[in-house]
């Protein structure tokens, strides 16, 4: 069977103006799009593109059943399709069946052996963590959009903050000089509203 099957190849050829073919048994390959449609400017090869895709099915599918070139189709265009990288090339149906015999096994194996992902039955409950950003104006009396006049920064900077709930160092540093000169002001019109009523009395 394998002797039998040495002489039976696929074969591909680019033109120069990039028009694709691609024959086994010297006979037009079909793409097979009735079954399994990834592509709808027939093949391709050399990569793995929708084309690409295409190829490696209709190849498995010559060879094999819908079954197992819809499963491997993927792989077998990385594997094989992939690196056809030529403007002709030719691929024996010996290689491919050894493929389908070496590969389909050791793909369901590691199916198989994927650890099952169990879903934790008492899911902690998040705690609702307060907005640095929204707590900074409450405690100022001033808005998100004045928060970003006084530092001299774009709203939505301001605004991502708030979303992300976190504040860069430089900005933080600049927050923390604002509130301290805001507390000096105070101290001083504190000062000044007592001169007046020194010089009033």
Not at 5 to 15: A, I, S
Not at 96 to 119: A, F, G, Y
Not at 179 to 193: L, W
């Amino acid at each position: 069977m394998a002797l039998i099957m040495n002489n039976h190849v696929f074969k591909g050829h680019r033109t120069l103006l990039g028009n694709k073919f691609v024959t086994y048994r010297e006979l037009d390959l079909p793409t097979r799009a009735d079954i399994y449609k990834h592509s709808k400017n027939g093949f391709d090869w050399g990569n793995t593109s929708k084309g690409a895709l295409q190829l490696a099915f209709a190849i498995l599918y010559q060879l094999s059943n819908k079954e197992t070139s819809t499963k491997y189709a993927e792989q077998f265009c990385e594997n094989i399709v992939k690196k056809l990288n030529s403007r002709d090339w030719i691929l024996k149906a010996s290689e491919v069946l050894s493929w389908i015999e070496h590969n389909c096994d050791t793909v369901e194996q590691q199916e198989l052996s994927k650890p099952t992902k169990l879903q934790p039955v008492n899911k902690k409950i998040k705690k609702n963590k307060s907005n640095i950003v929204k707590e900074i104006c409450k405690e100022l009396n001033i808005t998100q959009k004045q928060l970003a006049q006084v530092l001299e920064v774009p709203e939505g900077t301001v605004s991502s903050w708030a979303v992300k709930n976190e504040i860069p160092r430089l900005g933080k540093k600049a927050i923390e000089f604002y509130i301290q000169n805001t507390k000096n002001q105070k101290i001083v019109d504190s000062y000044r509203s007592f001169i007046k009523l020194l010089q009033a009395s």
